[in-house]
């Protein structure tokens, strides 16, 4: 009976894959998850997150990086951080060697990486209380650390606001990347690194990342004697930057609709709240029937999706244009991306297997408005 299963599910992939138009991919940061989805299937990567290689120990050349007492210290930090990117970013594209690996940069809810002010401040009032001279690089951290503080982080210092205000961010990641692809096509590889910009809501922030990558990749390009193309597109996450997005095409190669800050951000909800009581008392009510963060919300969400669609490939015909928020990888909203005409979803490797086959069902005849559950 296994045996059968396996061989019927094998042949409902094949055929999927033989009707489906809509690429898929997966959201992956590590080497490890990169081959892991290959194994599933993915035909790239849909979003590296770079935030998750600035945890663990690498946190304190983070604060140094971004608090930066002084420049001799954030020059310091983001030296030592290089290496370590340009080895995560090297597996990544070994891993999916001959297949797009869209890199995204750092795009940081900024209270995750700050020190605690609350522990800060204590240990500084400890200090007083035992008559010991307070640290003065404690101090200097809580100051700066108070200066930074927002009260709605996600609305605050994200994505490209950081990159654009925190000096030598994105050309040490832009350097990494381009160093990585340097390195693996030396060593016989194919890389196919795209860098991808969070959190635009205005083309002119897109338009001054775009030429500071592309300065680091021309200097790259230069140094190695090696021709460093990688395509610059940008995520389509906030409603202003959907509703503007024939602007934002003239500077973006790709979109990736990154549909969990598009929903926290058209219904005001916060992603990060979704317990909360008035969310679960909506869903008893009927006011949703599932919650928008899993499923797309075609009247609202979905219409921003589609005009972004419309602006975007009538400001650049052919504009490749995917999806990386976690409704990549649910049956229904997938059925919906293919109506909208999108190219590929990308979704956690785990779901791969299913965005193939319901990419292949919604490729179905009788099925093109998508719903055909
Ligand atoms: C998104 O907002 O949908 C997205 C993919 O980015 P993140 O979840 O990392 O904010
Ligand atoms: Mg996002």
Same mark, same amino acid.
């Given at each position: ?301 979905? =219409? ?7 602006? *975007? %490939? $009538? !400001?650049? @015909? +052919?504009?490749?244009? &995917? ?27 785990? =779901? ?7 990419? *292949? %069902? $919604? !490729?179905? @005849? +009788?099925?093109?408005? &998508?719903?055909?559950?």
């Amino acid at each position: 009976h296994a045996d059968g299963l396996v061989d019927a599910v094998a042949r409902a992939m094949e055929h999927a894959d033989g009707v489906r138009r809509l690429g898929v991919r997966a959201n992956a940061d590590t080497p490890g998850d990169a081959a892991r989805a290959r194994r599933f299937g993915a035909e790239g990567i849909g979003l590296c997150r770079t935030e998750h290689m600035f945890l663990g120990d690498r946190r304190q050349l983070v604060e140094a990086m971004i608090l930066a007492v002084t420049d001799a210290e954030r020059d310091r930090a983001l030296g030592a951080l290089l290496p370590l990117q340009r080895r995560d970013f090297a597996g990544i594209l070994e891993a999916m060697d001959g297949l797009p690996v869209t890199i995204r940069l750092l795009d940081p809810p900024l209270h995750e990486f700050l020190p605690d002010r609350t522990e800060l401040a204590v240990r500084l009032a400890a200090a007083e209380a035992h008559g010991s001279p307070p640290s003065a690089h404690d101090a200097e951290l809580l100051d700066a650390v108070n200066r930074m503080h927002e009260e709605n982080p996600m609305l605050g210092l994200r994505g490209v606001r950081l990159g654009l205000v925190a000096p030598g961010l994105v050309a040490m990641q832009v350097r990494a990347i381009a160093e990585a692809v340097v390195e693996r096509r030396r060593a016989g590889g194919d890389p196919r690194a795209e860098i991808m910009v969070p959190l635009i809501d205005t083309v002119e922030e897109l338009r001054l990342v775009r030429e500071e990558v592309e300065r680091v990749l021309a200097d790259v390009s230069a140094e190695s004697g090696m021709g460093v193309e990688c395509p610059i597109g940008t995520m389509i996450e906030l409603p202003r930057a959907a509703l503007t997005a024939g602007r934002i095409a003239e500077e973006a190669r790709f979109f990736s609709f990154g549909t969990n800050d598009l929903t926290q951000t058209t219904w005001g909800f916060s992603r990060d709240d979704v317990e909360a009581a008035f969310f679960s008392a909506y869903l008893d009510k009927g006011i949703f029937k599932v919650s928008p963060f899993e499923t797309i919300d075609r009247e609202g969400v979905g =219409r921003l999706v589609e005009i972004a669609v419309a602006e *975007g %490939r $009538a !400001a650049r @015909p +052919g504009l490749k244009i &995917g999806v990386c928020g976690e409704h990549g990888g649910d049956p229904e909203s997938v059925h919906f991306f293919h109506s909208a005409g999108l190219d590929y979803v990308s979704c956690s490797p785990f =779901r791969v297997p299913v965005a193939r086959l319901e990419a *292949g %069902r $919604a !490729a179905l @005849p +009788g099925t093109e408005t &998508g719903d055909s559950r």
